[in-house]
């Protein structure tokens, strides 16, 4: 059970709209509908944004967004603010009752 | 509103025992869900270690499994984990979560803020 694989950084200006990919395999993200998404500020507990692949918890802004290509999720945060700065994490199901995370992506607002 | 507090010593020694208990509010453990261990060390990513059902059902990462044990207390309504022969390695903030929905893909839904444990002699 390896770790999914995210890019270390992403960026962009205020306003754009900024990707995040998680690539697992063909056992984990690839088989089960069963990625989420994570925010996690400094010296903070992380924040479900996503869970399902493309589902948003209650009070997560539709900015947020998610979806699943294979055995690659992503993360779209659209019409990016400056509070959206932080580290993002994917999580999936990856059978026999375990879970894996991603290594993060540090996603700065330019 | 669920709430969860992470509890326990913030220094322990190489080859000792790490010991934590996560107290939930809010929520009855024995209601369902299941009950979860994350770490991060520091500057590096989330890891997760293990979750356990109010039943005293539990299920470990493959890399930990065998140093650690998660229990629960229903009467107490909170639950522990215990990572056996601790090294350097397993400095982190270590975070108690609850797990949603499993057909959901267990989700972690409520966390915990976190306890900064060190492995120092």
């Known amino acids: 059970q390896s770790a999914l694989t995210q890019p270390p950084s992403a960026s962009g200006s205020p306003g754009q709209s900024v990707t995040i990919s998680c690539t697992g395999t063909r056992s984990d993200v690839g088989y089960y509908n069963y990625v989420s998404w994570y925010q996690q500020h400094p010296g903070k507990a992380p924040k479900l944004m996503i869970y399902e692949v493309t589902k948003r918890p209650s009070g997560v802004p539709d900015r947020f967004s998610g979806s699943k290509s294979g055995n690659t999720a992503s993360l779209t945060v659209s019409g990016l603010q400056a509070e959206d700065e932080a580290a993002y994490y994917c999580s999936s199901y990856a059978g026999s009752n375990t879970v894996v995370f991603g290594g993060g992506t540090k996603l700065t607002v330019l | 509103q669920v709430q969860l507090q992470e509890s326990g010593p913030g220094l322990v020694k190489p080859s000792e025992t790490l010991s934590l208990t996560c107290a939930v509010s809010g929520y009855s453990i024995s209601s369902g869900y299941y009950w979860g261990w994350i770490r991060q060390p520091p500057g590096e990513g989330l890891e997760w270690i293990g979750n356990v059902y109010h039943s005293g059902s539990s299920n470990y990462s493959p890399s930990l499994k065998s140093r650690v044990t998660i229990s629960v207390d229903t009467s107490k309504n909170q639950f522990s984990l215990k990572l056996s022969s601790v090294t350097a390695a397993d400095t982190a903030v270590y975070y108690c979560?609850?797990?949603?929905?499993?057909?959901?893909?267990?989700?972690?839904?409520?966390w915990g803020r976190g306890s900064l444990v060190i492995v120092s002699s």
């Open positions: 979560a609850r797990h949603g929905a499993y057909n959901s893909g267990w989700p972690f839904d409520y």
